[in-house]
């Protein structure tokens, strides 16, 4: 039986850089701290994973959706053992393959031959297993000779080979993969695709990030969308998409939540209706709803933009002026860590309600001789 359990886990990077200096004092001038990239004793920190709840069972075929920076490689690299937390604990049960750096650990002047035992006992393979499995692993290798001298002769094709034909020979328990894994010629590439089906088959656990959705849809029975190293949504991959493709990545619309502040959804959505984000699309945008995070659909009561989305029944564009205006709505907490670009346009024609206030949100910044309206906090 594998298992994994991630609790509260949170990952900080030092940025060691050239610029580091000028980055200090840039985060200094612009009172920074707030944001992704922190000041810790002296250094600069880039918050790579947020306070990660995080559980994995048998049979979990997982994938990781994001933009670029999401924080995708660096929950494969925390599960991989390769990121220790900065914070928060890690249980796992179950052997691990990661197929995230498969040379890693190789050593170039020992042969091929010598490496496939130095490989698989790294990854906790027994020598017995190994001897068992050693033809095998030289015949899908397809070396030729070459097998038997020093890995430093061989091409970038040739080691991704060894290294590719060792890790698939394990029987893991959990595998762990960024991209479906492509390696050697295009010959090569259709024998391995096969050996990479029947390896994934085999293990109780896989967690794939992925920026190809066909890949996932084909591959995966449940997903992650990430943004900005949290977890926004945790859920069936068709859910995953259709929140992705229609509110994007953004931290307004959590499946737990909305069904915990309307038990009339959680309801429906228990009896099979609806998913979360289908109702929130269909009926909850149209109705005066609380959608999580302190956002509550009533303040767009006097938005015309907001209104007129909704009068012609188009709860996509409803959406995007919701999640355009939400993270200036004082009321709203955004994730610890939040930052939006610099550049987000501020919706400066949104009218709130009398007593609602807008705030500029974390990373944003204000256009030189702007002048902010009133109802903005300073
Ligand atoms: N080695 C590193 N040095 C500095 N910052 C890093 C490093 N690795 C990750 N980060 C930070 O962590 C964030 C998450 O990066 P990660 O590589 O996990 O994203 P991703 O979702 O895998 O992106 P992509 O789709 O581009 O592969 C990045 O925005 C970056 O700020």
Redesign the pocket.
Known sequence: MARVLLENVSVD?P?FTSETRSLRKSLLRFGGGSG?LKQESGHVV?R?LNHIDLELRDGDRLG?V??????????LRVLAGTYPPTAGRIRSEGRVASLLDVSLGLDYELSGLQNIYLKALFHGVSRQEIDGRLEEIIDFADLGEFINLPVRTYSSGMVLRLAFSIITSMVPDIILM?EWVGVGDSHFIEKATERLENFVGRSSILVL?S?SEDLIRKVCNRALL?SQ?NILTDGSVANVYHQYHTLGPQPFFNDAEYLALNADVKAAVEAGAFSAIGHFLLHGIYEDREVGRGLHLSVFAEDPIFQEAVARQDSTEAARRMIAVAPFLASVKLPENWRLPRNTPIPLDFTPPPGVRLRIPPGVEVPEGLELPEVYER
């Open positions: 990077i940025v992704r880039a790579a990781l994001g933009v670029n920076g999401a924080g995708k490689t660096t929950l960024d990030a920026h990430m190293g």
